[in-house]
């Protein structure tokens, strides 16, 4: 089993090409060739996730973040991307990332936190011919703003979710996982009366009282990309070594304090 051989299962699914052009998706560290005999999957690649792929036996990890993301003008040790990349090298650990390709491909990111909502009627929010960012459905029985924060903070198992003014009823919901502010007037123009989605700012919850919009996390509304891809490549190789790591639960950087 080489590097080139789990790159090809995952783009096959979720093509390198249809990522967004700022992202780094692919292969981040490492040599296509190079013999693999572990894959360990995780939502962000740190230092101390690379020592956990070492320790069990694996010389791949594969994430949905990308290592490196914007330029790099130093690696050293001391800082957390140059943490990672340093122990990677010195390991022979290979680094492959799902980004934005993941995310906008039916079964990906956005079309995962559709199914944990029980929409109906799933379509991309943002269609490119059968691909795109965002998804936007039905819910099963309307519900009014309100009801709509319980139910999204149970299906999601949130202690917390920021939001702007309670609309009377919500019926298409539309959602984004990640950044998804710069597509809130693309869920406006679907027809969605709640738009889900993460990292909105506060100038964005002045809404005109037609959409509602919820931010329940990055991490949170991504997260659940691990098991896919986990899912993914234990299918195609069955009898080969991959595994999630075992800090998942704790790996997200972002705390809450709850009173």
Known sequence: MTV??????????????????????????GNPEDEVHGVLVAFDCTAALVREAVKKGCDMIVTHHPLIFKGVRRIRS????????????????AIYAAHTNADKVPEGVSWAMARR???????VLCDEGGFG???????????SGE??????????????????APVPEIRKVAVLGGSGASEIEAARRSGAQLFIS?????????TDGGLML????????????????????????PTFAVLKTEELDRSNPVHYYVK
């Open 4 to 29: 080139k051989d789990i790159a090809s299962v995952i783009e096959a699914w979720a093509p390198l090409g249809i990522q967004e052009e700022w992202d780094n998706s692919g292969l981040v560290i």
């Open 78 to 93: 001391g800082e957390c991307v140059g943490d990672a990349i340093i122990e990677a090298v010195r390991s022979g650990v």
């Open 117 to 123: 909502l029980g929409l109906k009627d799933v379509n």
């Open 133 to 143: 960012l965002g998804a936007i459905g039905t819910l099963e029985k309307p519900m």
């Open 147 to 164: 009801e709509a924060l319980d139910y999204v903070a149970s299906r999601f198992s949130l202690e917390t979710i920021r939001y702007s």
């Open 198 to 206: 993460a990292d909105i700012s506060y100038h964005h919850f002045f």
């Open 214 to 237: 919820m931010d329940i996390g990055h991490f949170e509304s991504e997260v659940e990309i691990v098991d896919i891809l986990f899912s993914l490549i234990r299918k195609n190789f």
